[in-house]
């Protein structure tokens, strides 16, 4: 509990600091709250390990475990081979994302091109 009252008192800054550093992915979009979460863990839950695992990183795990033919593999096919218990699952952050509007765009507006600069009120 102590800890976490030390953690009460860093700055955001600090803390995304903290938590970048132990390899989490999306960091810099987590609130306080959540990152303080994260760090009072003992370890980074393993979902959250895999989403920040690039293709190289999976491909040595795979030639590791004595795998054969996963060169040709995209990350996600080969995330679903070694990790079977894992594959298809997104952080809440990856899943806010999705959800959210930001591939809707509004059509601009028509403007005049001679009236440009500061109109008064």
């Known amino acids: 509990m102590e800890q976490r009252m030390i953690y009460e008192q860093m700055h955001l800054v600090e803390l995304k600091k903290l938590i970048k550093s132990k390899g ?3 960091y ?3 609130p306080k709250q959540e990152i303080i979460d994260l760090l009072m863990m003992t370890s980074i839950p ?3 390990q895999l989403e920040k695992m690039n293709i ?3 491909r040595a795990e795979a030639r ?3 795998l054969r033919g996963f060169w040709t593999l995209p990350r996600d ?6 990790y079977p218990e894992y ?3 997104t952080s809440t952050h990856e899943y806010q994302k999705n959800k ?3 591939n809707e765009h509004d059509q601009p507006q028509q403007h005049d091109p001679e009236n440009i600069g500061v109109q008064e009120i």
């Open 100 to 102: 959210s509007n930001t």
């Open 46 to 48: 393993k979902h959250m």
């Open 56 to 58: 190289h990183q999976l």
């Open 28 to 30: 810099y979009i987590m």
């Open 77 to 82: 096919r080969l995330v679903q081979i070694l």
């Open 87 to 89: 594959a298809g699952q």
């Open 24 to 26: 989490v992915k999306h």
């Open 64 to 66: 590791q475990r004595g």
